[in-house]
């Protein structure tokens, strides 16, 4: 059974930066695709980046591009959330998602139901 648990959310000012970190628990870690979704308040779950199983292609949402990062540790089954340059609008509870499906490099899964494996989230608020 595969777990996922998120850290590193918190309070900070617009501008600053924070890295969000989610352990993974189980079976094959390297073969799944690893993501970060958020939830603002009043708002749905989006996407917000992903990279497959060698780590080798990550993939960003439009609204974070240049100023996140994603990256994967396959040795200590983590993967990463680095967020620099936060907005007001980052505001959301962050949660790291895992796909055990197989993806060609060149695609990525963006879709909540895309995902088997889901953490309890972790909150960031960005002050103004």
């Known amino acids: 059974q595969v777990q996922l648990v998120e850290s590193g959310g918190g309070l900070v000012q617009a501008g600053g930066s924070l890295r969000l970190s989610c352990e993974f628990s189980g079976r094959f870690y390297s073969s799944h695709v690893m993501a970060w979704f958020r939830q603002g308040p009043g708002k749905e779950r989006e996407f917000v980046g992903s990279v497959n199983g060698s780590a080798e292609r990550t993939w960003l949402a439009d609204a974070v591009k240049g100023r996140f990062t994603i990256s994967r540790d396959n040795a200590k089954k983590t993967v990463y959330l680095q967020m620099n340059s936060l907005k007001p609008e980052d505001t959301a509870v962050y949660y790291c998602?895992?796909?055990?499906?197989?993806?060609?490099?060149?695609?990525?899964?963006?879709?909540?139901?895309?995902?088997?494996?889901w953490g309890q989230g972790t909150q960031v608020t960005v002050s103004s």
């Open positions: 998602a895992a796909s055990r499906n197989y993806y060609s490099d060149y695609v990525t899964p963006t879709k909540l139901h895309e995902y088997e494996y």
